[in-house]
C-alpha cells in the first residue's frame, strides 16, 4: 500500500474520501446563494430544465427528462410550468407529427441570460474579497474542476 493511498494518506494529507467530502460540502455552500438568484419565481428544476432545452435546441420531452436524470411524468409537469410561463414552446417533429419537442422561447432566452448575469454578479462579489494571488490560484482550480467534471 503506497503511502498516499486513500486508506494511508501522507502526513498532513487528507484522504480522497476528506477531500470529498470538503469538496462537496464547500460546492454546496457555494452553491446555495447563486441558487436563490432567480426570476419570475422559477424553481431550480425549471431552471435547469430550461437550461439544457437551451443547450440541446429542440429534445423531446424523454430526452430532456433523460439529460436532467428525471422521470419523464415530472418532466411533463416541469415543462407544462415553463410554457405557461411563455419561456418553451412545444413543437411537432418534423419527421414524426406524433413527437413533441420543447423549444426554448425568445423570452425563456431572456430570462435564462438574466438568471446566469445575477449569479455571476454574485459570484463576482465573493471573489472581490479574494486576494489577487487567491484569484490566480482559483483560476488553477476551476481549470482542475473542469477537468473533473470533463468539460475542455
Do not use: F
Not at 17 to 43: C, D, K, M, W
Not at 57 to 73: D, I, K, M, N, S
Amino acid at each position: 500500500m503506497s503511502a498516499t493511498s486513500p486508506l494511508r494518506p501522507a502526513p498532513g494529507q487528507a484522504t480522497e474520501a476528506e477531500l470529498a467530502a470538503r469538496l462537496r460540502l464547500a460546492i454546496t455552500r457555494l452553491y446555495r446563494p447563486l441558487r436563490q438568484q432567480v426570476i419570475g419565481g422559477l424553481t431550480p428544476s425549471q431552471i435547469a430544465a430550461l437550461a439544457t432545452t437551451s443547450r440541446l435546441g429542440t429534445p423531446t420531452l424523454g430526452e430532456l427528462a433523460a439529460a436532467e436524470r428525471v422521470q419523464p411524468p415530472s418532466m411533463t409537469r416541469i415543462v407544462a410550468a415553463l410554457e405557461s410561463a411563455g419561456l418553451i414552446t412545444r413543437l411537432l417533429d418534423p419527421t414524426d407529427g406524433r413527437i413533441a419537442r420543447v423549444e426554448v422561447t425568445p423570452e425563456g432566452t431572456r430570462t435564462l441570460q438574466r438568471i446566469r448575469s445575477l449569479r455571476t454578479a454574485e459570484l463576482v462579489r465573493r471573489l472581490q474579497r479574494l486576494t489577487d494571488d487567491e484569484r490566480g490560484r482559483l483560476g488553477e482550480l476551476v481549470a482542475l474542476l473542469e477537468r473533473l467534471v470533463g468539460d475542455p
